[in-house]
């Protein structure tokens, strides 16, 4: 089986952005939700998050899997850091699918409402991870770039989380901005070409010299005539 690395990189850009058109939906309908009382917003942006766990799995299944399930497992074996990114899948599903039933109970969905915050953080710390499944040339990018998105993602939930104790409009406020910009971060996110391939060491051997002269060489003994 051939293995083509860019697909990796195709399928990170596109989880990538995947990722951050769900929290600016997100964050625009909890932006939407300060001055309309309206649900619908809410369910909608809910339902676009779970679906976007199913189409990031899709996106690994297609690109380096070809959908095959048997290519996709070869393809793990050798990039064994994608998984990640199948957890991403999981952590964005679930919250998905968490929101939505909160948001169907309402005030009875309080524990759902919860496991939708601990989701997002967990998700948030996932995004330091990043950095330690690429090779070395791309990982100071990778590292200043996820950081500063779990970084914006933890303090969304954060604020999300103050919200709840204390309700208080500026931090609703702050818990959607801090959603749209973990969003933006994502959206306009590019991997290095070559992130997820082999690292290449070239090695170059040096050129032969011609053998040095021996030194304090006695010259051969020359045989008499006669003997």
């Excluded at 293995?3 to 596109?14: E, K």
């Excluded at 074996?77 to 998984?83: I, N, P, S």
């Excluded at 500063?148 to 709840?164: E, I, M, Q, S």
């Amino acid at each position: 089986m051939t293995i083509d690395y860019g697909d990796f990189t195709r399928a990170s850009n596109v989880i990538h952005w995947l990722q951050g058109a769900a929290l600016l939906v997100l964050g625009a309908a909890e932006a939407y939700a300060l001055e309309n009382r309206g649900r619908k917003f809410i369910l909608a942006a809910a339902l676009v998050l779970a679906v976007s766990g199913a189409a990031m799995f899709a996106a690994v299944l297609a690109l380096p899997g070809g959908w095959s399930f048997a290519q996709l497992a070869s393809a793990l074996q050798v990039r064994r850091g994608f998984y990640l990114f199948i957890a991403f899948a999981c952590l964005y599903g679930a919250a998905g699918l968490s929101r939505l039933t909160y948001e169907a109970l309402g005030r009875g969905g309080g524990s759902w409402r919860g496991l939708f915050l601990a989701l997002l953080a967990f998700t948030g710390a996932l995004y330091f991870m990043m950095a330690g499944r690429v090779n070395e040339e791309a990982w100071r990018q990778v590292l200043v770039c996820h950081s500063a998105v779990g970084f914006t993602l933890l303090l969304a939930v954060a604020a999300k989380t103050a919200d709840v104790f204390f309700g208080r409009r500026k931090l609703h406020l702050a818990w959607a901005v801090l959603l749209l910009a973990a969003g933006l971060q994502l959206v306009a996110y590019r991997e290095t070409p070559g992130a997820f391939a082999p690292r290449l060491v070239t090695l170059e051997s040096a050129p032969e010299l011609p053998p040095a002269p021996l030194k304090n060489a006695k010259p051969a003994d020359k045989k008499r005539p006669g003997n």
